[in-house]
């Protein structure tokens, strides 16, 4: 084993900052370079702290590996290797370095011991996802970038405050250990983490964000951000009551929005937060089975996701978006970018052969086990939700005629390359997840998904959702497809929030310089009678008797003092 | 839309229909062959494919709802993101 103790994000962040100096042509082969060298950091290490110095007082460890972490890692680094690959298409250092700043940052944050490098690692991954959304070249990306700016304060701003308060309630240390979410400290912390992942009320900014990225961009935020606050959930509040419902809440929401909204990333981005519903609800259960799930359904989310949003980034980039509305002719334009889009849809409804099928078979399992029927329901629900109200969407949308599109304009040769490793890999997991199942933290999990018990009443799930979806679209009573955007919570805060912030700004900026010109007129005053008052100083004998009243007055002081003195 | 449109269109929804409709009928023979005892209703032979009809139903309706309770037409490419 390798005596180095260096963080494997750390060595990301270097690239992204060596990416700047660095000529076009070397650039890729620098990024892939950087995820090797941290996946053999990772890989090649014994389980255990190391790099422990002391701060200010407080241990700082930089370097703590495990089950947990490990497994998280190598889909980060993974991940960083097919973004990478993915966004040679183009060339855009400004942005390729936040994406890789955005990788490094998330990577640190997953391999350090402690709070308080962990709340530092985070929040430069959450500053490198503002720079990434500034650097997009999509339309309004800036405005996305101001917002998600403040969702990212408001998180730290928790983070900091949850912290703090652990430490002042007297905690021996700082160790990124379980935490409970009923005391000051941790609750705060738990705000914080839901913001991360996107819980209800905070999810808007996932959408947002995706939405306004480049494409390779909107991958890497969906994988990196929301999957970041999952490990941190499974490593500080496993077992956790207040998961379930949250975890359910999400599941519904997400799934909601996904089936109607027509800008396919942001349904997408809602599909994500879907399966972050899943993990919560794993998170929530105490029980071994759940727990060793939570990290490989995040694996098979990440890739599902990845292949999912590069394939739509790809429809992104040659026809400007990626609207349901918009997606007739494409399958004929686009044929393998079209096929990515729904194979990515359908490991995500967890297809077998894909890696979430292996993931989500487990978590109706541990739901079983422990028999919470409800979540068992909903997770089989979103299955055919997703299958029928993402992917077969996509495929029957894609599949229509269009009088504009003819010729076949297929994407760059890399980003088909990148999305292709990541259909690989959600495939290499979906028929070989032993090793996956090996990698969780409960090494002796013995779960065959392609049992005939498990693997057949899936596929009944997926086929009769499919099935009854494709006979309502051909009776016409899905609803057509037509260019729209729906309310979400943001609405509020875009809106009538917004709007009646700019109104009470005015009101505000009226009553300040209203407040300002009136104590400028009552300054001037006091100054005006000042300067009378000092100008009188200046001259004190005044004119006529009075003048030889004062001096004489003066004189007669003057001898009394005189006199006094001798 | 045309008739070779028409046609097009429908033999996409028919390809992937018949995809599923084998696919259940096919999973729903081996379902009810391999049956086990059920930990509960849903879980027993058949209750997937009530499950995933169901929710198949839920999309078609949560479609239409949620479209026209919260949409709006977007003027412009990256309106409203």
Redesign the interface.
């Known amino acids: 084993m390798t005596p180095i103790t260096l963080n494997p994000g750390f060595v990301l962040i270097l690239c992204a900052l060596v990416r700047f100096v660095t000529p076009a042509r070397f650039r890729l082969p620098l990024s892939i370079l950087a995820s090797g060298v941290a996946l053999w950091l990772l890989l090649d290490r014994n389980f255990g702290a190391a790099g422990v110095v002391a701060q200010i007082g407080l241990p700082v460890v930089l370097l703590n590996l495990d089950a947990l972490n490990q497994v998280f890692g190598i889909a980060f680094i993974g991940a960083t290797m097919l973004i990478a690959i993915y966004s040679g298409a183009r060339r855009h250092a400004f942005e390729d370095s936040a994406l890789l700043l955005l990788a490094g940052g998330a990577v640190s944050a997953l391999f350090v011991g402690d709070l308080i490098s962990f709340v530092a690692a985070a929040e430069l991954a959450g500053l490198a996802s503002v720079w990434a959304l500034f650097a997009s070249p999509?339309?309004?990306s800036s405005e996305?970038g101001a917002r998600l700016l403040i969702w990212c304060g408001l998180e730290g701003l928790l983070f900091l405050i949850g912290v703090a308060f652990h430490l002042s309630a007297g905690a021996a240390n700082t160790a990124f250990t379980r935490l409970d979410a009923g005391t000051l400290g941790g609750g705060f912390i738990f705000a914080a983490l839901l913001i991360r992942i996107g819980a209800p009320g905070a999810h808007v900014w996932l959408k947002?964000a995706v939405?306004?990225a480049s494409s390779a961009g909107g991958a890497a935020l969906a994988v990196f951000s929301p999957m970041l606050g999952v490990y941190a959930l499974a490593r500080l509040f496993p077992g956790d009551v207040l998961l379930t419902p949250i975890g359910e809440v999400m599941l519904a929401l997400g799934?909601?929005?996904m089936?109607?909204e027509?800008?396919l990333r942001?349904a997408a981005a809602y599909a994500l937060t879907t399966q972050i519903g899943v993990c919560l609800l794993l998170i929530g259960l105490p029980s071994p089975v759940a727990q060793a799930d939570v990290s490989a359904h995040a694996f098979t989310t990440i890739f599902a996701t990845l292949l999912l949003l590069m394939a739509l980034g790809m429809g992104v980039m040659r026809t400007?978006?990626a609207r349901g509305s918009e997606l007739a002719g494409l399958?004929r334009q686009m044929p393998m970018s079209t096929a990515f889009m729904t194979l990515g849809a359908l490991a995500l409804a967890g297809l077998p052969g894909f890696g979430p099928f292996a993931s989500l078979t487990l978590a109706l399992e541990a739901q079983?086990q422990a028999?919470h029927?409800p979540a068992?329901?909903m997770i089989?629900?979103l299955c055919?939700?997703i299958a029928?109200?993402l992917a077969?969407r996509i495929?029957?949308g894609a599949?229509?005629?269009s009088p504009q599109r003819s010729a076949m304009h297929e994407a760059p040769f890399q980003m088909l390359l990148g999305t292709g490793l990541a259909a690989f890999l959600c495939l290499a997991v979906g028929f070989a997840p032993s090793w996956l199942y090996a990698l969780t933290p409960t090494t002796a999990l013995n779960f065959n998904p392609f049992a005939?018990?498990v693997l057949?009443?899936?596929?009944?799930?997926?086929?009769?959702?499919?099935?009854?979806?494709?006979?309502?679209?051909?009776l016409k009573?899905?609803?057509a497809e037509r260019?729209?955007?729906?309310?979400?919570l943001d609405a509020l805060y875009r809106g009538p929030a917004a709007a009646a912030g700019r109104r009470i700004g005015v009101v505000m900026i009226r009553l300040y310089g209203g407040w300002d010109m009136n104590w400028r007129q009552l300054w001037g005053r006091v100054g005006t009678a000042f300067s009378g008052w000092a100008e009188s100083c200046d001259r004190p004998y005044g004119g006529g008797w009075m003048g030889l009243a004062q001096f004489v007055a003066i004189g007669a002081v003057l001898v009394i003092i005189l006199l006094v003195r001798i | 839309m045309s008739e070779p449109a028409k046609k097009h269109r429908r033999g996409a929804l028919a390809g992937w229909l018949f995809v599923c409709a084998i696919a259940a009928g096919a999973a729903m023979a081996l379902d009810v062959a391999a049956a086990r005892p059920a930990p509960w209703i849903a879980a027993s032979p058949l209750g997937r494919a009530a499950i995933g009809a169901g929710a198949a139903i839920g999309v078609v309706l949560a479609a239409w709802l949620m479209r026209l309770a919260l949409a709006r037409r977007a003027m412009q490419r990256g309106e409203g993101a």
Do not use: C, K, N, T
């Open positions: 999509l339309p309004r996305a947002d939405s306004h799934a909601l929005y089936v109607a027509d800008d942001r400007g978006g399958a079983v028999e029927q068992w329901l089989s629900a055919a939700v029928g109200g077969l495929a029957v599949g229509r005629p005939l018990d057949a009443p899936h596929v009944e799930l997926l086929a009769a959702a499919g099935a009854v979806y494709l006979i309502a679209a051909a009573l899905v609803p260019p729209l955007r729906l309310l979400d």
